[in-house]
């Protein structure tokens, strides 16, 4: 993130969702008054494709049958190198599945709530398994609706892209990687509101039907929405 405010010479940058070291990946990045929504991404499930090694020889199939029984909500308690406080929390695993497995190495990809440390995930499993473990490899490969397979530039194809519009005048580099601020919120429910509601709505007042112009017919109580 700073070196993305040094290129762009801007203020204000903000990023979704810290990266532990050696940890490779997605890591959405707002720009200027955008940072103001990335918080959004913060709290968001993300994805990732991992290597986890095992200090000891296990049958593939008791692996597998292991791992799945981390799918739900788990206790962990964050690891000694962690930016958060050490006490216990419950964080919601949505799914794991082995790629591969290779003497003591395993492959694999797990979709989990925020804040979910895989490499806790990884010893927990060779706790649970009798032989230890520990998180070799890991890269997110997804934060919401931000994916590396259609999203991920890297801050080189950045630069050049700067260069070019900076010295060319060519802006179709640069427009392909800095998406419109809704993109954020593209994987929320929407509200449309009226443009005669928008300024009361500023101003703190709450929203009322007669303002409403569009709605999204999957918002449930308590849920986190868009208004546009």
Same mark, same amino acid.
């Given at each position: 993130v700073a070196w993305i405010k040094k290129m762009f010479n801007i203020p204000k940058a903000g990023h979704g969702g810290t990266l532990d070291p050696k940890v490779?990946?997605?890591?959405?990045?707002?720009?200027d008054r955008a940072t103001r929504v990335i918080g959004i991404l913060m709290h968001s499930y993300k994805e990732y494709v991992g290597v986890m090694e095992l200090h000891g020889d296990v049958e593939p199939e008791k692996v597998i049958e292991t791992m799945k029984m981390f799918v739900g909500k788990i206790y962990q308690r964050p690891p000694l190198r962690s930016s958060v406080k050490r006490s216990l929390r419950i964080r919601e695993i949505y799914s794991i599945d082995v790629l591969e497995i290779e003497n003591?190495?395993?492959?694999f990809r797990v979709k989990c709530q925020s804040g979910t440390y895989v490499r806790k995930l990884c010893h927990d499993i060779g706790l649970l398994l009798g032989v230890e473990a520990h998180m070799r490899e890991l890269r997110r490969i997804g934060v919401a609706h931000f994916t590396e397979n259609r999203d991920i530039v890297t801050l080189?194809?950045? %630069?050049e892209a700067l260069y070019i519009w900076r010295n060319l005048g060519d802006e179709s580099f640069l427009r392909k990687m800095i998406l419109p601020v809704e993109y954020i919120v593209a994987f929320l429910p929407k509200i449309v509101v009226k443009d %005669?509601?928008?300024d009361a709505i500023a101003h703190g007042a709450q929203l009322a039907v007669p303002g409403i112009s569009i709605v999204a017919k999957n918002i449930n109580r308590d849920d986190r929405v868009a208004i546009f």
């Open positions: 490779t990946g997605v890591l959405p990045v707002a720009l003591r190495r395993v492959l080189h194809e950045v %630069s %005669s509601a928008v």
